[in-house]
């Protein structure tokens, strides 16, 4: 099955700085990746998703590139605020909706 | 965008009982549904694949007469937990496709607590 690593663990960025947080995944038939947000004791919220016909896609400060030889995929955060601190997970997965493998989370922190 | 709720948000029982957790899309039809668990600063592990009129799917390593799973309607997925024990406290959270194809959308989560 399909198996999601990502990297780093945990993220202290200054106020302003940008955020890169990057993903990697085994199973080639995996075509949709989505990005969640996570705040403490509340559902996952889909902050933006990628397919794999797209290598990039950019939504205001927060932007998904995609690799699909090299199985990776990153998200970017620019101009960080302290709202932006909390948990992001990747997943991957063969179809947007089915059922989701996740990375294990990064915890980022934006200092003030 | 679509709604699906979970009831109840945070349940506490005692050690050998069961607990129901329901999920429902409140706004759309879902002929599938998936539960995750997700233990204190951890990942979502999928637990089981939900299926209307049909058996679950359950994940490797998942004890499917454990863990309940039953999905009457297409808008009613339920999750008991039987027999609970502490180490099953948890937050459990369901998702559900609105389309083929299309976004997943979870439920707000159960946290369950097992004394």
């Known amino acids: 099955g399909e198996n999601v690593e990502q990297h780093p663990s945990t993220l202290s960025v200054q106020e302003g700085d940008s955020a890169v947080i990057k993903c990697t995944y085994s199973d080639s038939a995996s075509n949709y990746f989505p990005w969640y947000k996570q705040e403490l004791g509340k559902r996952p919220q889909l902050i933006i998703d990628i397919r794999s016909n797209v290598g990039e896609k950019k939504d205001q400060r927060i932007a998904v590139t995609l690799n699909k030889t090299a199985k990776h995929f990153s998200l970017h955060i620019t101009e960080t605020q302290p709202e932006d601190s909390a948990v992001y997970f990747c997943a991957a997965t063969k179809a947007a909706g089915n059922k989701l493998t996740f990375g294990g989370g990064t915890r980022v922190l934006v200092k003030p | 965008g679509a709604v699906v709720s979970q009831h109840p948000s945070w349940v506490i029982c005692k050690s050998g009982t069961s607990v129901k957790i329901e999920c429902r899309s409140l706004?759309?039809?879902?002929?599938?549904m998936f539960w995750y668990r997700q233990f204190p600063k951890q990942s979502l592990m999928l637990m089981a694949t939900s299926n209307e009129g049909s058996k679950a799917t359950y994940e490797q390593g998942v004890e499917k007469d454990k863990f309940l799973i039953n999905h009457a309607s297409l808008t009613l997925s339920t999750l008991t937990v039987t027999s609970a024990h502490p180490e099953d406290s948890s937050f459990y959270i369901c998702?559900?496709?609105?389309?083929?194809?299309?976004?997943?959308?979870f439920g707000q989560g159960t946290r369950l607590t097992v004394v």
């Open positions: 706004d759309f039809q879902a002929t599938t």
């Open positions: 998702s559900a496709e609105r389309g083929f194809n299309t976004e997943a959308f």
